[in-house]
């Protein structure tokens, strides 16, 4: 990666950043054991805390088929009443805990909006599966801690919802106009997408396929008349239904999200062409162009540091102070010479005629010290310095030679 002028004089303050923010999210989200490696519809933590209910869809779409909990992991206050609703898709469900655990709905069902609640009064967590599919990824957890959302004890900093880098399972394998980046919009209070932009083979692209805004915020799409009738349907189930496919430009259709989670949806008629998206709610803090792309960089953050950073950045420094020692130590001594007195205090004579007039008013003459100047030193200390700028550049080199660091100028 190169870095500008500007970033290789911050990098030292750049690293203590990166090392400083690596850590935040990991403390936040749960660690789980493995319990979701083979749950396709997993994507972080959904933080609720706050809410008095919460409600958890049974039979989702998930692991092939209608075989999830939507969202499968959630987190709750103490107190919260916890609310599994049925979907009536994929056969008989029901919600037990894994192990000695609160949880047990009963017999399987497979009948639409049946309900089974829980209230979770302690804090830990809490794991369960639908017993006749958990063989198929069909698993959830629910996690009771205090707080609510954007508290913590750090100003609201820390996660809450989906991660940093959400995991969409596959999603956009086939959508051509994704490039590994969800465009970072936690700082509008509405978002734009286009639908019918330039994307798999022709018009049949949502643009930015990916987005993540934060609880509260509209989304409109709005139609660009191309590339025939298209429309904007939740992938499972989910809260956008924009109705038949349209083909006229300025067509919108717009959605208020104000729960946290990764909402996907696409164009029904051209899904297979690629035509998909997903809107990310809630996660990482960041401004206009912050978090996982969409927009400028910002100056002194986000650099990139491979190898031994503490070297390199120790290099900086002194590449940076060396010039300012060598200074230090080349400036010769300012020497006053002031009057001398004898032993009782009062000034000496000349051994000529005349008196030596006091100079209690007068500034003393200041002389320099030519006597302790050392030349062997001098020639020393100056050898020193450009040896040592010498292995600096060398360093440098390579460094830059092996392709971990490139340095600009």
Same mark, same amino acid.
């Given at each position: 990666m190169?870095?500008?002028?500007r970033?290789?004089?911050?990098?030292?303050?750049?690293?203590?950043?990166?090392?400083? +923010?690596?850590?935040?999210?990991?403390?936040?989200?749960?660690?789980?054991?493995?319990?979701?490696?083979?749950?396709?519809?997993?994507d972080?933590?959904?933080?609720?805390?706050?809410?008095?209910?919460?409600?958890? /869809? =049974?039979?989702?779409?998930?692991?092939?088929?209608?075989?999830?909990?939507?969202?499968?992991?959630?987190?709750?206050?103490?107190?919260?009443?916890?609310?599994?609703?049925?979907?009536?898709?994929?056969?008989?469900?029901?919600?037990?805990?894994d192990?000695?655990?609160?949880?047990?709905?009963?017999?399987? =069902?497979?009948?639409?909006?049946?309900?089974?609640?829980?209230?979770?009064?302690?804090?830990?967590? $809490?794991?369960? %599966?639908?017993?006749?599919?958990?063989?198929? #990824?069909?698993?959830?957890?629910?996690?009771?801690?205090? #707080?609510?959302? !954007?508290? !913590? !004890?750090?100003?609201?900093?820390?996660?809450?919802?989906?991660?940093e880098?959400?995991?969409?399972?596959? &999603?956009?394998?086939?959508?051509?106009?994704?490039?590994?980046?969800?465009?970072?919009?936690?700082?509008?209070d509405?978002?734009? @997408?286009?639908?019918?932009?330039?994307?798999?083979?022709g018009?049949?692209?949502f643009?930015?396929?990916?987005?993540? =805004?934060? *609880?509260? +915020?509209?989304?409109? &799409? /709005?139609?660009?008349?191309?590339g025939?009738?298209?429309?904007? %349907?939740?992938?499972?189930?989910?809260?956008?239904?924009?109705?038949?496919?349209?083909?006229?430009?300025? +067509?919108t259709?717009?959605? +208020? $999200?104000?729960?946290?989670?990764?909402?996907?949806?696409a164009?029904?008629?051209?899904?297979?062409?690629?035509?998909?998206?997903?809107?990310?709610?809630g996660? *990482?803090l960041?401004?206009?162009?912050?978090?996982?792309?969409?927009?400028?960089?910002?100056?002194?953050? #986000?650099?990139?540091?491979s190898?031994?950073?503490?070297?390199?950045?120790?290099? @900086?420094l002194?590449a940076?102070?060396?010039?300012?020692?060598?200074?230090?130590?080349?400036?010769?001594?300012?020497?006053?010479? *002031?009057?001398?007195?004898?032993?009782?205090?009062?000034?000496?004579r000349?051994?000529?005629?005349?008196?030596?007039?006091?100079?209690?008013? /007068?500034?003393?003459? =200041?002389?320099?010290g030519?006597?302790?100047?050392d030349?062997?030193?001098?020639?020393?200390?100056?050898?020193?310095?450009?040896?040592l700028? !010498?292995?600096?550049?060398?360093?440098?080199?390579?460094?830059?030679?092996?392709?971990?660091v490139?340095? @600009?100028?």
């Open positions: 190169a870095l500008s002028r970033q290789f004089v911050g990098a030292a303050a750049g690293t203590a950043a990166l090392a400083a +923010t690596g850590t935040a999210t990991a403390q936040e989200e749960p660690d789980y054991g493995g319990w979701f490696d083979d749950v396709s519809n997993y972080g933590t959904a933080d609720k805390r706050g809410q008095d209910t919460v409600t958890i /869809t =049974v039979g989702a779409q998930g692991n092939n088929g209608a075989f999830a909990f939507d969202p499968p992991a959630v987190m709750v206050s103490p107190g919260t009443e916890v609310v599994w609703e049925w979907s009536g898709e994929g056969g008989g469900h029901n919600v037990v805990s192990g000695d655990g609160p949880l047990d709905s009963g017999s399987p =069902v497979s009948e639409a909006g049946t309900t089974y609640s829980h209230t979770f009064e302690s804090e830990g967590m $809490f794991k369960y %599966v639908c017993v006749p599919h958990k063989s198929l #990824g069909m698993k959830g957890a629910v996690v009771v801690r205090p #707080g609510g959302s !954007g508290d !913590g !004890g750090s100003g609201g900093q820390q996660q809450q919802g989906p991660p880098n959400p995991d969409y399972g596959g &999603w956009f394998d086939d959508v051509s106009n994704y490039d590994g980046t969800t465009v970072d919009r936690t700082d509008a509405s978002v734009e @997408i286009s639908v019918g932009a330039q994307g798999n083979n018009a049949f692209a643009d930015p396929p990916a987005v993540r =805004v934060t *609880p509260g +915020t509209e989304v409109t &799409w /709005t139609w660009t008349g191309e025939g009738g298209h429309n904007v %349907v939740s992938d499972g189930d989910g809260p956008l239904d924009s109705g038949g496919a349209v083909s006229e430009a300025g +067509t259709y717009s959605h +208020t $999200f104000e729960e946290m989670g990764v909402y996907k949806y164009c029904v008629p051209h899904k297979s062409l690629g035509m998909k998206g997903a809107v990310v709610v996660g *990482p960041g401004g206009s162009g912050g978090g996982s792309g969409g927009g400028s960089e910002q100056e002194g953050s #986000g650099i990139e540091l190898g031994p950073q503490w070297l390199l950045s120790g290099s @900086i002194l940076f102070f060396s010039p300012l020692l060598f200074a230090v130590a080349m400036r010769r001594r300012q020497n006053g010479r *002031p009057p001398q007195t004898g032993e009782g205090g009062e000034l000496q000349a051994t000529g005629p005349e008196p030596v007039e006091e100079a209690a008013e /007068t500034e003393p003459a =200041v002389e320099l030519h006597d302790e100047y030349p062997k030193g001098t020639a020393a200390l100056v050898a020193f310095y450009f040896v700028i !010498g292995l600096l550049w060398v360093f440098m080199y390579f460094v830059e030679f092996l392709g971990r490139s340095i @600009i100028g």
